[in-house]
């Protein structure tokens, strides 16, 4: 047999893993999460005054359900989880176990998703314009939206430039009387490893308001 001929005959075993490979099955994007309730000990999960009531494990064939940073109680008994994709879960409040149905899909629509523009950190509302407020780690990017979600401004504040990229606003919040406070997520003082660097905002941070920076002092470990 000559050289050509056995390298010929290589190929040809080859060929059906190289050329024939079956198409992948198409992504699941099922609109529904499977729903369990936990056991939690008598007296467990208490934080100062907060008190963990209940608790659940979601579950879903959706491809894209996963990598939840924030959470929106938008209207009574309905939930809305923000992800570190640019996606959300619409759900509502966990009261039985079994498969619900829910809408899984897209609040960032740019294609590819990169962390920049997608990795949602926290969300804040006003429940009376309905308007919702995102801030976004690696970016340091702040968005309005509107009711329906459709993109209403953007704004990278100065003082959010300084915070690691990797370590953004975790956690954002619209008080009652328009003032925001934004928390980081990173350490303020290291090597100490105590305070998070944080911001108020004396109004909406899409108007230009400049913000006065603090130390967050959160509960140990």
């Known amino acids: ?32 999460i499977d729903i369990r309730q936990l056991a939690l000990p008598p007296g467990c999960c208490r934080i100062g005054p907060v008190v963990v009531d209940q608790a659940w494990h979601l579950e879903s064939r959706n491809g894209h359900f996963g990598g939840y940073s924030a959470l929106l109680a938008p209207a009574k008994g309905r939930l809305l989880a923000f992800s570190d994709n640019g996606l959300l879960l619409d759900l509502p409040v966990p009261a039985r176990a079994g498969r619900v149905p829910a809408r899984i899909g897209d609040l960032v629509t740019a294609r590819p998703r990169r962390k920049g523009c997608c990795d949602v950190e926290s969300a804040t509302r006003d429940p009376a314009t309905r308007r919702t407020w995102f801030a976004f780690e690696g970016s340091g990017a702040i968005q309005r939206r509107r009711a329906d979600l459709s993109l209403e401004g953007e704004v990278r504040p100065q003082a959010l430039r300084g915070w690691p990229g990797n370590q953004g606003a975790e956690a954002m919040v619209r008080l009652p009387d328009g003032r925001f406070i934004v928390l980081g997520e990173a350490f303020a003082h290291r090597p100490a490893w105590q305070g998070h660097p ?17 130390t967050f002092a959160g509960y140990p470990g």
Do not use: C, K, Y
């Not at 056995?6 to 080859?14: D, E, Q």
């Open 1 to 32: 047999m000559t050289r050509r001929a056995a390298i010929l005959l290589v190929l040809a075993g080859l060929a059906p893993g190289l050329f024939w490979r079956a198409p992948a099955a198409p992504e699941n994007r099922e609109q529904s």
């Open 198 to 214: 944080a911001l108020l905002f004396p109004a909406d941070p899409l108007t230009g308001a400049r913000p006065a920076a603090f």
